[in-house]
């Protein structure tokens, strides 16, 4: 079994800069692709970013595309999301996301069959 804390969250300002992170414990995630997801209020959970188990390949969703960043450090069993130029439309619970079957990296919900209990991110206009 393996168990994500994600921690980081807050309230900020348009613009404002959050790093949020997910540590994972029960075993090594070092070979597992990983992923950020986040649901706003009364929306569907979406597909925020992803990584592959080097961090040499990410992925991320257009709308956060240029201003979020996602890294992993596989010594400390971390993954972590750097969000800069915050809008009020990145509002939403923040989930970090473990696909523990070997596969790559994906934007697909399913994929993933870990995830911690999430994060608020909640930014000001």
């Known amino acids: 079994q393996v168990q994500l804390v994600e921690s980081g969250g807050g309230l900020v300002q348009a613009g404002d800069s959050l790093r949020l992170s997910c540590a994972a414990s029960?075993?090594?995630?070092?070979?597992?692709?990983m992923g950020w997801f986040r649901q706003a209020p009364g929306k569907e959970r979406e597909f925020v970013a992803a990584i592959n188990w080097s961090g040499i390949s990410t992925y991320y969703a257009d709308s956060v595309k240029g201003r979020f960043t996602i890294s992993r450090d596989n010594a400390k069993n971390t993954v972590a999301l750097q969000m800069n130029s915050l809008k009020p439309e990145d509002t939403a619970v923040y989930y970090c996301?473990?696909?523990?079957?070997?596969?790559?990296?994906?934007?697909?919900?399913?994929?993933?069959?870990?995830w911690g209990q999430g994060t608020q991110v909640t930014v000001s206009s």
């Open positions: 029960g075993r090594t995630v070092s070979r597992n692709a």
């Open positions: 996301a473990l696909r523990s079957d070997g596969g790559i990296p994906t934007m697909r919900r399913d994929a993933y069959d870990y």
